[in-house]
């Protein structure tokens, strides 16, 4: 009875012991390469799953955790892991050193993201798959750099990354993997050509201000030229109205002084009677006594000569003095 009992317990604690290794329990997200007799059975999905602890084993992986301390740093870790996570993983890679196609030695840091889509290519087709992604990365990087020089990898992030993309995913394609995208988190020239870009970045802004300064200058110079051409147009154009508008008055004004003329000695004519030549010497007389008055006007006291041909004038005066004579008979 005793060595029944001690049976029992002992089939009781394998039974147990298998059970305890015979059962599988995965997490979502995760999976599990069971081996049978060292030769590749089946994958474990997310639940509940049972094993035959002597004929199957779990076949583990290298992979590469990051972890960070209480004072902020990040270590990289990498061990043997028996799970497989298919989550999107982010490897940063630390900084190396390229060479740009004009010979200039740069640090690189870049970020790769890639996905585990076949567990079993990812643990029979390559012996340790973090550090193959980060050895195929840092050459595709020196070979992508090489091809640019140092202006041309400042500034064509977008392209770099979208080549090491490409590169990547299609080399990775063969271990499960799917590279999503590559991403340069810093590109740091040396101090010196730091210190040259700086220099010749206050001489690239100095001269645009300069451009941008003189190009103002030369279109306020032009405005102003135009503004002294449009008031000398409108100037001009002012004066000459105003002189045709002074011409048409002056004209209007003889015009009418003409007719008013003409009216007065067609009523001195008609006064008279005596036709045209005695009222053209009446209007002659009488100018000339105008002439005369403006002549003689004044306090001073003048010597005033008339010429000869003023006798006629005074004939012409005393026939106007007898028509006088004559109407008033």
Sequence with gaps: MHETLITL??????????????????RQAEVVVIERLGKFHRTLDSGVNVIWPVLE??????????????????IVRARRADRIDLRETVYDFPRQNVIT???????????????????????????????AIEKLTQTTLRNVIGELDLDETLVSRDTI?????????????????????????DINPPQDIQEAMEK???????????????????????????????????????????????????AEALVRLATAEAESIQKII?????????ATNYMVAMRYIDALKDMTSGDNTR??????????????????????KSDST
């Design 270 to 278: 008609e006064a008279l009677g005596e036709g045209t030549a005695t």
């Design 9 to 26: 317990a002992i089939l009781a604690v394998f039974v147990g012991i298998l059970a305890a290794v015979g059962f599988k329990i995965v």
């Design 200 to 250: 010749q970045m206050r001489a690239e802004r100095d001269r645009r201000a300069m451009v941008l300064s003189a190009e103002g200058q030369k279109r306020s110079t032009i405005l102003e030229a135009e503004g002294h051409r449009e008031s000398e147009v409108n100037n001009a154009e002012g004066y000459r109205q105003a002189a045709i508008l002074r011409a048409e008055g002056e």
């Design 161 to 185: 990354n979208k080549r090491l993309g490409a590169i990547l995913d299609d080399a990775t394609n063969k271990w499960g993997v799917k590279v999503n995208r590559v991403e340069l988190q």
């Design 303 to 324: 010597t005033v000569y008339l010429p000869f041909e003023a006798t006629g004038v005074l004939g012409a005066l005393g026939g106007i003095r007898d028509l006088v």
């Design 101 to 131: 196609k004009d010979n200039v030695a740069i640090q690189i840091n870049a970020l790769v993201y890639f996905q585990v889509v076949d567990p079993v290519r990812a643990v029979y087709e390559i012996t340790n798959l973090p550090d």
């Design 57 to 74: 084993r779990v076949r583990s992986i290298n992979w590469r955790y990051v972890d960070t301390t209480i004072d902020g740093k990040t």
